[in-house]
């Protein structure tokens, strides 16, 4: 299968790869996918006090076009706000790395995985109030 | 302009301090072989000044084009211990395993409506069977064990009075593991049912004998012996003699069996590619054994977690099916792209599911995602099996680090004991 170029940039040299510490209260942390089905992403974000995401790491179980999916993801998120995150679309990632239709769910599994953190961050944050 | 031909050449990505080589190192010999250049040197006469029609019988140019194709055939038959006149040209394997299996139920349908093969056996075997169901007849699919063998007490267990045929491959493509062929066709023969091997995979890689091993119909295929492609071959017993109906009919040609011209130049090259392997075999094999373990011994050693799929002990020289756990294939794949591998057969590889092949040994599918085939052949080198060796263990220790899985595993979490959201 011929890869776009941007999939393989992410490929080659992936941005944010790594672990936060998942137990810190400033950190969410989202596990999706399943190993069974040939993709899993880990995605975590590390919020400032005002609800700015400051960092935000990844590690993928997948093809080419999960990691370059969950890469993105990353990249796209430092900085924004919660809300902000949350907004992005997996079409606009599937557009961005000109996904084939056949990986469009590595897309969808990156847009599953930012809501997944988020999620997790405000759970936490919520039963520390 | 200019007449001179232009040979586009393929642009050279250079890497400082890595010695990449020009082409991708071919390591997928079970997908196709390239064609020995003693086998193009021995067809090239017969698509120009030999071209005449081996059917033709009023002149020179048919009858030098029949004796090439017939010294073919007897280098066909050679092979697997056959007389010439039990050797039928095919256009390949699939042709050949259509012809073995609905030809044979078609012709004794009267008769017996029963046929048992494996799970795990090659898509156009698997395909044809499923047409003869919709036919009306029964098929009987076996397991196979851990190993990838048949269970031949399930074997015998499956075989009835009303069995025409079992059709089991002599070699699988994706885990090259060597079936026990005497064995059954001793069984098959007791039992009164006709034995039909897939050998596209075995013929010029493991010792063959259709009388010591009983068989009664083979597929052999050209191109996974260094053969052209478009051409292959199916043995048929005369004695006692195997009846079955054509599906190409026509100018009766093939005994009937197959009708249509014979592509000449492909049948010498069949002949050729055949008589080259029966002359190398044990060498080559001694040769690949070594290549082969020199590679997976390299790899057991420097990389944790990595599995081998199917047995070993009953397996051909050039072919290792690796599980690099934790790191899923396709994404290794476009990591090594100075290797060409693949990570299950060619036919199948355009879907998202994991081996059927694998998951028949009871593979689990996580572990059948991070399944590499790797194959090695007549023009693999140890350099090849060197340099394929440190780009997979680079790119399996990068993948790893980036993976989540292995960072579960390293912390001792239990993967089984997550809750995964299917998708």
Known sequence: ?129 | MSTQTRVAKPEKKEQPGRNRPERPIYLDYQATTPMDPRVLEAMLPYFTTKFGNPHSRSHAYGWEAEEGVEKARAQVAHIIGADEREVIFTSGATESNNLALKGVAHFYKDKKNHLVTLVTEHKCVLDSMRHLEEEGFKVTYLPVKQDGLVDMAELEAAITDKTVMVSIMAVNNEIGVIQPLAEIGKLCRKKGAFFHTDCAQAVGKIPLDVEAMNIDLMSISGHKIYGPKGIGALYVRRKPRIRLQALITGGGQERGMRSGTLPTPLCVGLGEACAIAEREMPEEAKRLTKLRDRFYSQIKEKLPEVFLNGSLENRIPGNLNISFAYVEGESLILGINDLSVSSGSACTSASLEPSYVLRALGVEEEMAHTSLRIGFGRFTTEEEVDYAVKDIVEHVTKLREMSPLWEMFQEGVDLKSIKWAAH
């Open chain 1, 1 to 129: 299968m011929a890869y776009s170029e941007k999939v393989i940039d992410h490929y080659n040299n992936p941005r944010n790869v790594g672990s936060l510490d998942k137990g810190a209260e400033d950190v969410g942390t989202g596990l999706v996918g399943a190993p069974a089905c040939g993709d899993v992403m880990k995605l975590q974000i590390k919020v400032s006090a005002d609800g700015i995401i400051q960092d935000a790491k990844f590690k993928t179980f997948g093809c080419g076009s999960a990691i370059a999916s969950s890469s993105l993801a990353t990249e796209w998120i430092k900085g924004k706000s919660l809300n902000e995150a949350e907004t992005i679309k997996n079409t606009e990632i599937a557009q961005h790395l000109a996904l084939p239709p056949v990986k469009i769910h590595c897309s969808v599994l990156a847009e599953d995985a930012i809501k997944a953190a988020i999620a997790d961050y405000r759970a936490k944050a919520q039963t520390k109030s």
